[in-house]
Nanobody, 122 residues
């Protein structure tokens, strides 16, 4: 069984910080990188950051230097520390395998958690 539960979003002022959490379950996650994605209203979902099973990380240019992904394999949780937030970071944030087609192929259908809303506004 696969489950993804994101939390930690909220309303924050520009320049502020938030820490998102994603609790994942399912043996498939022990074999693949996990990523944070976001989808702003009217836009396609985009990949922001990934953490491999060994903890190696990579970031999209739009968040590099501001966001930090960490993965705790013992807790089956991945975090996204977001600093220096900007209004354009406003979106619903999700986690999933990288690529998400790994979970889709495992289940036979697309699967995403409920996401967590991040709103950056003064």
């Amino acid at each position: 069984q696969v489950q993804l539960v994101e939390s930690g979003g909220g309303l924050v002022q520009p320049g502020g910080s938030l820490r998102l959490s994603c609790a994942y379950s399912g043996s498939i996650f022990s074999m693949y990188a996990v990523g944070w994605y976001r989808q702003a209203q009217g836009k396609q979902r985009e990949l922001l950051a990934i953490a491999t099973v060994r903890g190696n990380t990579a970031y999209a240019d739009s968040v590099k230097g501001r966001f930090t992904i960490t993965r705790d394999n013992a807790k089956n949780t991945v975090y996204l520390q977001m600093n220096s937030l900007k209004p354009e970071d406003t979106a619903v944030y999700y986690c999933n395998t990288d690529p998400p087609e790994v979970v889709a192929g495992h289940l036979g259908y697309d699967y995403w958690g409920q996401g967590t809303q991040v709103t950056v506004s003064s």
